[in-house]
């Protein structure tokens, strides 16, 4: 079955304390990114990458690392969160193949994170 | 990417049509409009896109005007698992970053 999957679904930690929040993909996607939802903010991209070791920042990147060393993963790690980054987090991908791309995001089920 | 007008909420019958409307006056010739909604706090899930034509697929159907300044998402006979907030998104595919970007949505109910 074709999935984006994201772990951990929930966590409550600390501030300061260094957090890795996974995202894999199965469809051999080139495209990956992040978003954050918060209410009354709508979704924001964090992060976006084009494909492996190619990675660039989307409205909301500070606080945040990504890495692309696989197609398939694309991990977003918090080196010190902040109770600011409490948010639900969403993994997505695409394709980017100009003549076959419909634009079509595929997200993960998202990652509600609580930092305290 | 240009950007897109939604009503707030919605209220629609179980079993008739819901019609979803979405104003994007300033869209270019580029642009597609694609329409996504998100269940409860579930991941956003792609429903339909087009550029300039009316199209349909199994979820549902996009009307748009021939001026393109504006479209209609058409679901046809709404069930209760319908109700989620309804996104319409303007995008070009030089987007370099690919990036959606969602506005605040149409929060359909559907009521029996």
């Known amino acids: 079955e074709a999935q984006v999957t994201q772990n951990p679904r929930y966590l409550i930690t600390v501030t300061g304390k260094k957090l890795t929040v996974t995202c894999s993909q199965n469809?051999?996607?080139?495209?990956m990114s992040w978003y954050r939802q918060d209410p009354g903010l709508g979704l924001r991209q964090i992060y976006y990458s084009m494909n492996v070791e190619v990675t660039d920042k989307g409205d909301v990147p500070e606080g945040y690392k990504v890495s692309r060393k696989e197609k398939r993963n694309f991990p977003l790690i918090l080196e010190s969160p902040s109770p600011n980054q409490t948010s639900l987090y969403f993994c997505?991908?695409?394709?980017?193949?100009?003549?076959?791309?419909?634009?079509?995001?595929?997200f993960g089920e998202g990652s509600r994170l609580t930092v305290l | 990417d240009a950007k897109t007008t939604q009503p707030t909420s919605m209220d629609c019958a179980e079993g008739r049509a819901a019609n979803l409307p979405c104003n994007h006056s300033?869209?270019?010739?580029?642009?597609?409009v694609y329409w996504y909604r998100q269940i409860h706090s579930q991941g956003p899930q792609y429903i339909i896109h087009?550029?300039?034509n009316n199209e349909t697929n199994e979820m549902a159907s996009l009307i748009i005007t021939e001026d393109r300044k504006s479209s209609t998402l058409i679901l046809p006979h709404a069930t209760l698992r319908d109700t989620a907030v309804y996104y319409c998104?303007?995008?070009?595919?030089?987007?370099?970053?690919?990036?959606?970007?969602f506005g605040g949505g149409t929060r359909l109910m559907v009521k029996p």
């Open positions: 469809m051999n996607h080139e495209y």
């Open positions: 300033t869209i270019s010739g580029n642009e597609y």
């Open positions: 087009g550029l300039k």
């Open positions: 998104i303007v995008r070009s595919l030089n987007n370099a970053g690919n990036m959606l970007t």
């Open positions: 997505a991908s695409s394709r980017r193949d100009r003549v076959r791309d419909t634009g079509e995001l595929f």
